[in-house]
């Protein structure tokens, strides 16, 4: 599949959509998550600071009194970032007191400036303990008791868990993320070659009438290519009835003018020799003018024929046998490669051309003719969602051959180069003129084996771009 095929622009496309989807999702979901995570913790910290508030009292000696019971081992072992600290404020000259996590350490209390509170008196702010842990800290100012004496109350957690927490979640999201944007695609992928199924049946059924194996495009479609198969199919039969119409007319024309023609040419026998051979000499130039231009015609209207085609190796064959006959001293060597190639040249265009060329090689050899047919590249149409293959055909003797200089001449229309006999020359014209209208290519060269060898371009049965 290539940037042409419908295939893979719908794949890329699903691709780069799920893509883009999954990424998005993915930090949009982790985002929501670590607020989610970031909120829950600032409420663990607000419930630990009311748990450690409730567990607080002034004594008998004027000194807070109580011991916070908050469930978390963390509180009670060193250096983990888990704290809780009650400091007296203003004239009330208690001892403050701290979990034995934080030791004989503390932690900085920003101004109110920098952090003011909220309007639940609370504020909560980051820090860094004496170890190097990034807390988060809850704090809150309390009036102990009816004397106005006062206490700052503060608890810590490390954000650490936090973060563990949060990294843990989205390693774990990720991963069911490409697990189902992998399946996702496979999904995808399978749907879309599944959907366009029809589309490549259609493809290859027009393929088949390229090659002239069918005559129209067969088989169930759905609902949506349905209208597109039957305007294929009519327009199929309207070239079928151009082809028919346009052969039907050439051959009309043919028969409205030979006999005026032959009329022309019988009544020039009746004049003087010199008006006589004038009138004949335009008749038959008339004649051949009629003809080549009736052919090139014919030629037109089925280059133009979406079923024409002919099997190389069967025509070849028939033409070899008739040579062989023809001449049974000589050799004929035929190679056709690869087996099953076809051009796109109605059959008789195929014979009249390689039938001339292997009369005059056959002619002209000393020994035996050399026939070849090869698959080569040639020019492609731009823009044609068909790719156009060509065939390059040799034929090869090992005669006498020609200069370059009666090589010119022989290619010109109506010349004839063999003096021993009249009007059994070459004859190269036909051939250059048929391979013309098919856009392919002829040239005449002297051969390895010392004779001449005529190379011809045909085109081949077109194949679909994959």
């Not at 194996?213 to 294929?232: H, K, S, T, W, Y």
């Not at 080569?376 to 390059?392: I, K, N, Y």
């Not at 003096?419 to 390895?448: C, D, H, N, W």
Request: glycine share 8%; charged share 25%; proline share 5%.
């Amino acid at each position: 599949m290539g940037p042409r095929s419908l295939t893979a622009r719908v794949l890329l496309l699903a691709t780069a959509w799920s893509a883009l989807a999954l990424v998005v999702i993915s930090i949009v979901i982790s985002q929501l998550y670590r607020q989610s995570a970031e909120r829950a913790f600032t409420d663990l910290l607000r419930a630990q600071l009311y748990n450690v508030i409730n567990s607080i009292t002034i004594g008998s000696d004027n000194q807070l009194s109580g011991s916070p019971q908050l469930g978390d081992l963390r509180f009670s072992q060193p250096e983990t970032g888990w704290y809780w600290i009650i400091e007296p404020l203003g004239t009330f000259a208690a001892r403050p007191l701290s979990s034995s996590s934080l030791g004989t350490s503390n932690i900085s209390v920003p101004s109110i400036l920098a952090v003011p509170f909220n309007n639940r008196y609370e504020r909560f702010y980051p820090a860094t303990d004496a170890f190097g842990n990034h807390v988060l800290v809850a704090e809150t100012e309390v009036v102990l008791d009816g004397e106005g004496r006062a206490a700052r109350f503060r608890v810590s957690g490390n954000l650490a868990v936090v973060e563990e927490d949060i990294q843990a979640f989205t390693r774990s999201l990720y991963i069911a993320l490409a697990v189902f944007g992998l399946g996702s695609l496979v999904v995808n992928g399978l749907a879309i070659l599944y959907g366009l199924l029809p589309l490549d049946g259609a493809r290859r059924t027009l393929e088949r009438v390229r090659r002239g194996e069918a005559e129209r495009l067969e088989g169930e479609f759905p609902r949506e290519i349905m209208p597109l198969a039957n305007d294929i199919n009519a327009l199929i039969e309207s070239n079928r009835r151009l082809v028919e119409r346009a052969r039907m007319q050439v051959g009309n024309l043919a028969h409205s003018l030979k006999t005026p023609i032959a009329v022309l040419l019988n009544e020039a026998r009746l004049l003087d020799k010199p008006q006589s051979e004038l009138v004949r000499s335009q008749a038959e130039a008339m004649q051949a003018q009629v003809q080549s231009y009736l052919s090139r015609a014919r030629i037109a209207a089925q280059r133009e024929s979406l079923l024409a085609r002919t099997d190389i190796e069967p025509a070849l064959e028939r033409l070899v046998r008739v040579m062989r006959r023809l001449n049974p001293d000589k050799e004929f060597h035929l190679s056709v490669s690869p087996p099953g190639a076809a051009l796109a040249m109605e059959q008789q265009d195929v014979e009249e051309t390689i039938g001339n060329l292997l009369e005059n090689a056959a002619r002209f050899c000393e020994t035996g003719v050399w026939i070849t047919a090869t698959p080569a590249s040639g020019p492609q149409q731009d823009g044609d969602a068909l790719r156009r293959t060509w065939v390059e055909m040799t034929v090869e003797d090992d005669g006498p051959g020609l200069e370059p200089d009666q090589i010119r001449e022989a290619m010109k229309r109506g010349t004839r180069l063999d003096e021993s006999k009249p009007g059994a020359g070459l004859g190269l014209s036909i051939v250059r003129e048929i391979t013309s209208e098919y856009q392919g290519m002829f040239e005449l060269t002297r051969g390895p084996r010392g004779g001449l060898m005529a190379r011809l371009l045909l085109p081949g049965v077109t194949k679909s771009v994959a």
